[in-house]
Structures are given as structure tokens and as C-alpha cells.
């Protein structure tokens, strides 16, 4: 199947720091990359839809100024947790639409956010 | 979003068959069944889909019932590498949108 990577796989930092994930697909294009969150026990949750050369589009409740996205090429997605604080540290899922796979969608290993 | 309901959790022994038990009674006729399972801190993976006929790849076998308001996961041969949470996700063929995922059912096998 097709892969997505992330990185980094793990990350600890302080409050008030950002953090920066990187999320690329290995060997197909993306026009369109999503963006998941994930507390212990919980399932994945949404958080934004990031399109290539576009404004990424924020769910409910998400704030875009502080989990800000780029989407600058048909590979790479980046989110970046802004000013992080302990309620920020999280499990954080990136996936890719293929669209040669009838759209499936490819997922990341993850990012696990610790904020201290 | 049709929505799915699952078993929060499930029991098997190493090596038994499993049937994990999916109800979509809102399915519409364009919605694919979809199975997806994540492993202990990792991503989510794709595991089957099927519209209406029942399907098998090398994973496992999916059983969709004749109204297809139900659904089954079947993994032949359960493998402690099987330890996950399995979701079953309703989607449009083709979909642009993001997989909405549920509770899903924590499979958890004994040895």
C-alpha cells in the first residue's frame, strides 16, 4: 500500500514553545491531507482537511491560529502547535487522500505531543 | 455521516476465529463499508471494504448482510498482532472527505 510518514515520531517540549509535524506521502501525490488528534482512549478526531496551495478548512472548535497548517506541495502537510500547553500533548494522525486509489485514505504512524 | 455502532470490546483466544459485528441500519445505497484497525500507538490501517457482495483479501474476510444493514469482520486465525482497535466506517465511494471514525471495539487476544 501506499506510504505516509511522519515526523518527528515523538516530541517533548516546554509550554509555551511550538512544535512543528511534518506529514508526507512517500510515493504518490496528495492534493488533500487531513489532520487527526487522539487523547488516550479515545478515538481519532478530525481536527482540519489541508489542500494543497489552499487555506486549510478547521473543524468545529479547532482554532486555526493556533494549529496552524500548510499544505505547500503535492507531498508535504505541516501543522504546527503554536504557544503548546499541557492540554495540547496528544497523539497527532496525519492521512492522505490517494486519488488513483479511489480516494482511499492513506494514514501516518503518528506523532505523539508531550507538553511538559 | 450514516452512523455505525460496534461492541465497545471483544475476547479471543490466540489462534480461534473472530467475528467482530458491525450494525449500520442508516446505510445508504452509495456508502462502501469500510474496516479500518489501529494497533497500540500507531496510525490507523486499512484492513477491507465492500459494497454489497462479500470480500476477502489476505487479512480478512468481510460478511455484509443481504439488507446490508449489518456487517461482520471476520479474521480467521487470531494472531496476538491482531491486539487492536478495529472501526467500522461507512463512506461514499470516492469521497473526498475525511474517514469519521467511531468508538470502534478494542479486540483484545489471549494467548
Known amino acids: 500500500g501506499a506510504v505516509v510518514s511522519q515526523h518527528p515520531s515523538w516530541v517533548i517540549c516546554k509550554s509555551g514553545t511550538s512544535v512543528k509535524i511534518e506529514c508526507r506521502s512517500l510515493d504518490f501525490q496528495a492534493t488533500t491531507m487531513f489532520w487527526y488528534r487522539q487523547f488516550p482512549k479515545q478515538s481519532l478526531m478530525l481536527m482540519a482537511t489541508s489542500n494543497e496551495g489552499s487555506k486549510a478548512t478547521y473543524e468545529q472548535g479547532v482554532e486555526k491560529d493556533k494549529f496552524l497548517i500548510n499544505h505547500a506541495s503535492l507531498t508535504l502537510s505541516t501543522l504546527t502547535v503554536t504557544s503548546a500547553h499541557p492540554e495540547d500533548s496528544s497523539f497527532y494522525i496525519c492521512?492522505?487522500?490517494?486519488?488513483?486509489?479511489?480516494?482511499?485514505?492513506?494514514f501516518g504512524p503518528g506523532t505523539r505531543l508531550t507538553v511538559l | 455521516d450514516a452512523k455505525t455502532t460496534q461492541p465497545n470490546s471483544m475476547e479471543s483466544n490466540e489462534e480461534e476465529p473472530v467475528h467482530l459485528p458491525c450494525n449500520h441500519s442508516t446505510i445508504s445505497g452509495t456508502d462502501y463499508i469500510h474496516w479500518y484497525r489501529q494497533l497500540p500507538s500507531q496510525g490507523p490501517e486499512y484492513v477491507i471494504h465492500g459494497l454489497t457482495s462479500n470480500v476477502n483479501n489476505r487479512m480478512a474476510s468481510l460478511a455484509i448482510a443481504e439488507d446490508r444493514k449489518s456487517s461482520t469482520l471476520i479474521l480467521h486465525r487470531a494472531t496476538l498482532r491482531d491486539a487492536a482497535v478495529y472501526y467500522c466506517i461507512l463512506r461514499p465511494e470516492n469521497s473526498g472527505y475525511a474517514l469519521n471514525f467511531g468508538k470502534g471495539t478494542s479486540l483484545l487476544v489471549t494467548p
Open positions: 492521512s492522505a487522500l490517494r486519488a488513483s486509489a479511489g480516494n482511499e485514505q492513506f
